[in-house]
C-alpha cells in the first residue's frame, strides 16, 4: 500500500480490558509517531520511533501505555487496564528519517477507541 | 513549553471567498511548521510544510507563510470551493521531532 495503515479502524472495549492497536508505515520511512486525538482537539504527542527504538516516550501518559516496533516496521501501542479516559482516535504517522526535522509527516487514518 | 493556537475556531463562508487561517506558536525556536487537513473521520492531510529559513509555501490555491520571530503563521485559501470545507491544523516541530498541534480552524464553504 502507498500510505500509514492502521488496525483496527473501530474498537470498542470495556473498562478494565487489554487492547492493541497496529500501525503499518510507509515502505522505507524508519521515523513512526503515535498522536492521540480527542474529540474537537489537536492531536497530541505520544510517542516516536527511530528505527527499532524509542527515541522520545515523554507523551505517553501512564505506565498502562506501551508501545514496541520490534523489526524497525509495523509498530504495536498496547494499553492495559483502560480506562473511559483512553477514548479517542489514535493515530500514527511516518516518515523518512526524524533528523532535522525537514520530512513531512504522514498520518493514517487513525483506530477510534471506545471504552465502555 | 511549546503552545500553538488557531484563530477563528470555527468559520463558515459562501463559495469563491478568499480566506485567511491564523496560527501561532508561543516559543520561536523551530525546526519547520505544516498545515494539514483533516476530513471527518478520518487521519490528517499534509497540505503544505514550511521549513524555518523559509518565508512562505504555495500549492495550488494554498499559500502558507511564515513570520518565525512573530510566531506566527497564516493559510490563505484563494477562491474557496466547498470541497475546502474540512479541520485546518497547523503544527510546529520544535526541540525534538514530535509535532505540536493546534486544536484547529473547522471550515465550512457553503455553495
Known amino acids: 500500500g502507498a500510505g500509514v495503515s492502521q488496525t483496527p479502524s473501530n474498537k470498542v472495549t470495556e473498562k478494565g480490558k487489554y487492547v492493541e492497536l497496529r500501525c503499518d508505515p510507509i515502505s522505507g520511512h524508519t521515523a513512526l509517531y503515535w498522536y492521540r486525538q480527542s474529540l474537537g482537539q489537536g492531536p497530541e504527542f505520544l510517542i516516536y520511533?527511530?528505527?527499532?527504538?524509542?527515541?522520545?516516550d515523554s507523551g505517553l501518559p501512564n505506565d498502562r501505555f506501551f508501545a514496541v516496533r520490534p523489526e524497525g516496521s509495523v509498530s504495536t501501542l498496547k494499553i492495559q487496564r483502560t480506562e473511559r479516559g483512553d477514548s479517542a482516535v489514535y493515530l500514527c504517522?511516518?516518515?523518512?528519517?526524524?533528523?532535522?526535522?525537514?520530512?513531512?509527516?504522514?498520518f493514517g487514518p487513525g483506530t477510534r477507541l471506545t471504552v465502555l | 513549553k511549546q503552545e500553538v493556537t488557531q484563530i477563528p475556531a470555527a468559520l463558515s463562508v459562501p463559495e469563491g471567498e478568499n480566506l485567511v487561517l491564523n496560527c501561532s506558536f508561543t516559543d520561536s525556536a523551530i525546526y519547520n511548521l505544516q498545515w494539514f487537513r483533516q476530513d471527518p473521520g478520518k487521519g490528517l492531510t499534509s497540505l503544505l510544510l514550511?521549513?524555518?529559513?523559509?518565508r512562505e509555501q504555495t500549492s495550488g490555491r494554498l499559500n502558507a507563510s511564515l513570520d518565525k520571530s512573530s510566531g506566527r503563521s497564516t493559510l490563505y485559501i484563494a477562491a474557496s470551493q466547498p470541497g475546502d470545507s474540512a479541520t485546518y491544523l497547523c503544527?510546529?516541530?520544535?526541540?525534538?521531532?514530535?509535532?505540536?498541534f493546534g486544536t484547529g480552524t473547522r471550515l465550512q464553504v457553503f455553495p
Open positions: 520511533f527511530q528505527g527499532t527504538g524509542a527515541a522520545d
Open positions: 504517522a511516518s516518515s523518512l528519517s526524524s533528523s532535522g526535522g525537514a520530512h513531512t509527516q504522514y
Open positions: 503544527a510546529v516541530r520544535s526541540g525534538t521531532d514530535k509535532l505540536i
Open positions: 514550511i521549513q524555518s529559513s523559509q
